[in-house]
């Protein structure tokens, strides 16, 4: 299984909606979601107003990606909004196994980030708990950014220890996906691609996301 993930942190916020509509009738299957909080990154994106008022031109899956301090604070406000997986930064939650149940709870699937440096070891313990861990191939908090080449590696090592734990979580990565690096990415075991410039910076942001996922089912079949 491969999904694809338009990041709306590259859309036009004027015209968001249509944005949102054009990537889910091009066979997008989630829409991500960076909610910032100018604490946990430097930059501040939008929160629940924003999430409400979009939830309803799409049936697609809202991918929350939630880059503030202590997220639980927002769990319930945020499955009002309509988000339906919700995912919290390692590096963010002094309680982690208490924020994935809270979250687990309330009936949302839940979801682990990594940035780059932290190692994907510090999951060993949640492992059996989540539904996707999300490793950051860049450094969060702003769209635009590089591939950081050494994710390529990290996501052997994360496949490897799932195995060992005999659990099969979503993979996703997220910052710097294109046409160029999907498929090694794909093969080197991530099963949900975040694509945020890529889609809607391009000039035709449906044809970019049939491309996408041409190339992210063909390497997956490879894989």
């Given at each position: 299984m491969y999904i694809l993930a338009p990041s709306i942190l590259a859309a036009d916020f004027g015209n968001l909606r249509k944005e949102i509509e054009t990537v889910s009738e091009a066979g997008a299957q989630y829409i991500h979601i960076d909610v910032?909080?100018?604490?946990?990154?430097?930059?501040?994106?939008?929160?629940?107003p924003v999430i409400q008022s979009v939830r309803s031109?799409?049936?697609?899956?809202?991918?929350?990606?939630?880059?503030?301090?202590?997220p639980g604070r927002y769990a319930a406000d945020l499955k009002a909004a309509g988000a339906d997986l919700l995912c919290v930064?390692?590096?963010a939650c002094r309680h982690l196994d208490r924020t994935i149940n809270q979250i687990k709870e309330l009936g949302m699937k839940v979801g682990v980030a990594l940035n780059p440096?932290?190692?994907?070891?510090?999951?060993?313990?949640?492992?059996?708990?989540?539904?996707?861990?999300?490793?950051?191939?860049?450094?969060?908090?702003?769209?635009?950014?590089?591939f950081i080449p050494g994710t390529i590696a990290k996501l052997h090592e994360l496949k490897a220890m799932c195995e060992r734990h005999?659990?099969?979580?979503?993979?996703?990565?997220?910052?710097?996906i294109?046409?160029?690096?999907?498929?090694?990415?794909?093969k080197a075991g991530a099963n949900v691609l975040?694509?945020?410039?890529?889609?809607?910076?391009?000039e035709d942001p449906a044809a970019e996301v049939a491309l996408l996922q041409k190339l992210g089912n063909e390497a997956a079949q490879e894989a």
């Open positions: 910032m909080d100018g604490m946990f990154v430097p930059s501040i994106s939008f929160g629940m031109c799409t049936d697609k899956v809202f991918d929350v990606h939630m880059m503030v301090e202590e930064h390692q590096e440096a932290t190692p994907v070891e510090t999951l060993s313990c949640v492992l059996d708990q989540v539904d996707m861990i999300l490793l950051m191939s860049v450094n969060p908090g702003f769209g635009g950014q590089s005999g659990v099969s979580p979503m993979i996703e990565v997220d910052g710097g294109s046409s160029k690096n999907i498929a090694e990415v794909v975040v694509a945020g410039s890529a889609v809607f910076k391009s």
